[in-house]
Nanobody, 122 residues
Framework: VQLQASGGGLVQAGGSLRLSCAAS????????MGWFRRAPGKEREFVAT????????FYADSVKGRFTISRDNAKNTVYLQMSSLKLEDTAVYYC????????????????WGQGTQVTVSS
């Protein structure tokens, strides 16, 4: 599967942004999807994951209650709705796919998109 992330940009603290990740291929609905991010000078970290059906999701504590992951299998797209953005949310955001159950560790995802930059300003 090939992944294409989009929707990043510059937003003020407290604002909202929605990221999208479009997947190619006819088997998108069989993949669990994840969002990760890498802030400047830091390692890549888990943000959120959603099951193939959309029935299960899990979030990093740092974004819980502010971010929402969702998917539309008819459109082969997964979304990350980000609200109440903070300066520390500034990072390159990556979407990733894996077969099987949801996962929070990046090595468990064999497929990755190219990343989209999110910059939160004060």
């Amino acid at each position: 599967v090939q992944l294409q992330a989009s929707g990043g940009g510059l937003v003020q603290a407290g604002g909202s942004l929605r990221l999208s990740c479009a997947a190619s291929g006819r088997t998108f609905s069989s993949y669990a999807m994840g969002w990760f991010r890498r802030a400047p000078g830091k390692e890549r970290e888990f943000v959120a994951t959603i099951s193939w059906s959309g029935g299960r999701s899990f979030y990093a504590d740092s974004v819980k209650g502010r971010f929402t992951i969702s998917r539309d299998n008819a459109k082969n797209t997964v979304y990350l709705q980000m609200s109440s953005l903070k300066l520390e949310d500034t990072a390159v955001y990556y979407c990733a796919a894996r077969t099987g159950a949801i996962a929070t560790m990046s090595p468990e995802y064999p497929y990755w998109g190219q990343g989209t930059q999110v910059t939160v300003s004060s």
